[in-house]
């Protein structure tokens, strides 16, 4: 039974062979062998948790997979709090977003195709969370990559997702190169790539007081952290995932909420150990996490198309998870992880069921007054659309107020950043919401309609869960999530609760929520347009995303392209050049060769043949069959012998 | 004792009618008769000369041995020869020398 844990990724990893071998055959049943598979995965998930949650013990089966002398590389699952919740949740909000693809995707050519991608990439998840040891942590990691790959280009036929999809290959790449490089670092200094063994090598290691080790330590963290900026999309990596929007928006709300980001946080707090011992690499952590917390809600506040705001709101989230682990308020980010899982994916559907209704339409300019027409669509985004911005008792307040609290502690310029982030966010989701769906639909050609019942179940057991799943982290039930999560000691930082915080926080989102209810409720009292003229310059900043789509354009694709081009002339001209002279070269020679082989050898040959055939036609002459030519022949012979050997005598 | 020269002669003699023969016979069976006649001419020599170049204390019979093997072997090969030419007439239906070259090249 102790392998138990290990079927949980394998069963979306048979999903997908079997889908993807049988597509063709399976038809429209291939989301029912995914969802099955899926279902199943949670439901082994959840007994794996009640496991965990009721022994407090630590899940672990491995085997030994190559030798090499004394080193053994072992592979395996390990499961603490940490894993076990991570389990549960992938598993429930994968499965439920498989659900809502089945009406998503219906009629959809590729539907079996989809359905294999999306079972690869929950084992790619589950297989990360089960881990036992980084390596096969980066292995689910790289297979998570290129099903994003997959996934975002799913319609390749578009050049706008074939690009997107090879933009979050490229960019989610380099960080990659950064985790693998920290992995053979942190291999080379510390010898072991478990984290139960680094659990005890990395604080031996740390306590020689060994410059180099220690230098050696923190620069593999923060190797390992690039791989988290790259997979989280934290700046300055985070340039994919809004591009990454092109992709089907089941895959949206799988990557944003339950899968690829979630995997940078996770890595951060699976090797959470290093990063503890090494305070400067955790000061590093938490200001790009506070900085793009910041930066991604200045620009949520600008953009049109209603995907393009919940992007840049994940990269926003998924900063302050990233600052929370920095300022070594780990359960919290973890609980910010697990409740923005839930309300992010009922975003994401809840917008895809509006594209859905809306023709494929995704510019909220054009949206409007959906409140009546998409009824269902509208309570469930509306709970989450609360959630996100705070508003107790969601479940969004009470794993970001953990996360303020941290950071009051710790930083105050953090917390400051983080409290006006927070103030941001409530206002442009209400922005979303407002212009999505109260007023009057302003392109009045659409006709927008509810979406079917497949759709809406999994958005009303996602609202469900963004609503009340704060409720067990809160201080009511005395923070039981975070304790859940078996914290290490090192990873402890006790916060005392503070009415500041709480009180600063619950009133920045009233306050987002008020101004964008008098910029754009039906009827507004400021008018936006007039604040985007008055901000001048940041607005136009904000709305072009900060140029840094271009600065890298500029920097570093059209160089690499120009070098590329260069290479490909130099190539062309000299290399290909000189090949083909050699060949050329080699032609000539070959036909004089030829030539001589025509002329003298075969003229040897062929007159050697001649001779041949003229002596045997002379000599065939006297072979003539009758019998009485050669007696004939044969006495003549003797009488010459005989006259010769009497000559001879004589 | 009779002298050498009469059994030369008329092995010769032997010799001469036998290739005379070969040369003209038409018939395959000829030619094989003719042949006969100078394995025999050979024969003949054999014994002569073996007779003539005998001593009073060492008496020869080599030459003799010789004739019988001579003959033995001539009667397997006459018998061989009968055969083939037995072959050739069942598949051509003449034993015409003239008309049959087989060991044409």
Redesign the interface.
């Known amino acids: 039974m102790d392998f138990l844990p290990a079927l949980i990724p394998v069963l979306p990893l048979l999903a997908f062979a079997v889908i993807i071998t049988n597509g063709r055959r399976l038809g429209w049943s291939a989301c029912l062998v995914a969802v099955g598979a899926s279902l199943t995965s949670a439901v082994l998930a959840a007994l794996v948790y009640s496991r965990v949650l009721l022994s407090h013990e630590t899940l672990a089966w491995s085997f030994e997979w190559v030798r090499w002398g004394e080193t053994a590389l072992r592979m395996g699952v390990r499961i603490d709090g940490l894993g076990a919740l991570m389990l549960f949740m992938v598993t429930v909000v994968g499965t439920l977003i498989e659900i809502y693809a089945i009406g998503y995707m219906a009629g959809d050519k590729t539907f079996s195709r989809f359905f294999a991608f999306v079972s690869l990439f929950m084992a790619g998840m589950l297989g990360l969370v089960v881990a036992d040891n980084l390596l096969l942590l980066f292995v689910s990691w790289e297979i998570m990559g290129l099903c994003s790959y997959f996934l975002i280009g799913f319609y390749f036929h578009r050049p706008s997702a074939a690009a997107a999809g090879i933009k979050a290959f490229i960019t989610t790449r380099i960080g990659d190169v950064g985790l693998l490089i920290g992995m053979i670092l942190l291999w080379w200094t510390a010898g072991t790539l478990r984290f139960d063994e680094l659990l005890l090598a990395v604080p031996a290691l740390a306590g020689l007081g060994d410059a180099h080790v220690d230098l050696m330590l923190t620069a593999a963290a923060l190797l390992i952290f690039v791989g988290t900026i790259g997979k989280s999309a934290q700046f300055p990596l985070h340039v994919w995932l809004p591009d990454a929007m092109e992709g089907p928006t089941p895959v949206s709300a799988l990557i944003h909420a339950a899968t690829m980001v979630a995997a940078g946080v996770f890595l951060v707090a699976r090797s959470f150990i290093l990063f503890a011992q090494f305070p400067a690499a955790l000061t590093v952590v938490a200001w790009v996490g506070g900085f793009t917390a910041l930066f991604a809600a200045l620009i949520a506040l600008t953009q049109n198309d209603i995907k393009r705001v919940l992007a840049y709101s994940t990269l926003s989230q998924l900063g302050y998870m990233v600052m929370a682990l920095g300022l070594g308020a780990y359960a919290a980010g973890m609980f910010h992880l697990i409740t923005h899982a839930f309300f992010k994916a009922l975003l994401f559907m809840g917008a895809g069921a509006v594209i859905h209704g809306f023709h494929h339409v995704q510019d909220m300019r054009r949206m409007g007054g959906l409140w009546g027409k998409m009824p269902w669509t509208a309570w469930t985004f509306l709970v989450a659309t609360l959630a996100i911005s705070g508003i107790p008792p969601l479940s969004g307040f009470w794993s970001k107020d953990e996360i303020l609290l941290g950071a009051f502690h710790e930083s105050p310029v953090l917390w400051v950043a983080g409290t006006f982030t927070a103030f941001l966010t409530a206002f442009y989701m209400f922005r979303l919401f407002f212009m999505t769906f109260t007023g009057r639909q302003r392109d009045g050609e659409i006709h927008a309609h509810e979406s079917p019942a497949v759709m809406i179940l999994p958005l009303v057991v996602l609202a469900v869960g963004a609503a009340l799943l704060g409720i067990p982290g809160s201080p009511w039930m005395g923070l039981w999530v975070q304790h859940s999560l078996d914290v290490p000691a090192y990873a402890l930082a006790h916060h005392h609760h503070s009415n500041l915080v709480m009180g600063l926080s619950i009133a920045v989102a009233v306050a987002g929520i008020a101004l964008a209810w008098l910029m754009y409720a039906p009827r507004p009292t400021i008018q936006p347009a007039r604040v985007a003229r008055a901000m001048g310059r940041l607005y136009t900043l904000s709305l072009n995303k900060f140029h840094i789509d271009e600065i890298y354009a500029a920097l570093i694709i059209n160089p690499t392209r120009a070098l590329a081009r260069g290479s490909f002339r130099f190539d062309l001209g000299l290399i290909d050049g000189a090949v083909n002279g050699m060949g050329w070269l080699q032609r000539a020679l070959a036909s004089l060769k030829g030539l001589f082989d025509k002329w003298v050898v075969d003229g040897i040959v062929n007159l050697l043949a001649t001779i041949v055939q003229a002596l045997s036609a002379v000599f065939?002459l006297i072979?003539?069959?009758?019998?009485?030519n050669?007696?004939?022949l044969a006495?003549l012979g003797a009488l010459v012998i005989a006259c010769l050997t009497w000559w001879n005598m004589g | 004792m009779i002298p050498l020269a009469p059994f030369l002669v008329v092995s010769a003699a032997l010799v001469a009618i036998g290739?005379f023969g070969?040369?003209t016979r038409r018939s395959?069976l000829g030619?094989l008769m003719s042949i006969e006649l100078i394995i025999n001419a050979a024969a003949l020599n054999l014994v002569a000369f073996s007779q003539h170049i005998r001593t009073s204390d060492a008496e020869s019979t080599a030459g003799q041995m010789f004739a019988l093997f001579a003959m033995a072997i001539a009667a397997a090969a006459a018998a061989v020869g009968l055969s083939i030419v037995i072959c050739i007439y069942r598949n051509s239906k003449t034993v015409n020398?003239?008309k049959?070259?087989?060991?044409?090249?």
Request: charged fraction near 15%.
């Open positions: 065939g072979q003539t069959g009758r019998v009485h050669y007696l004939l006495s | 290739v070969a040369l395959a030619i020398v003239d049959i070259d087989l060991m044409r090249w």
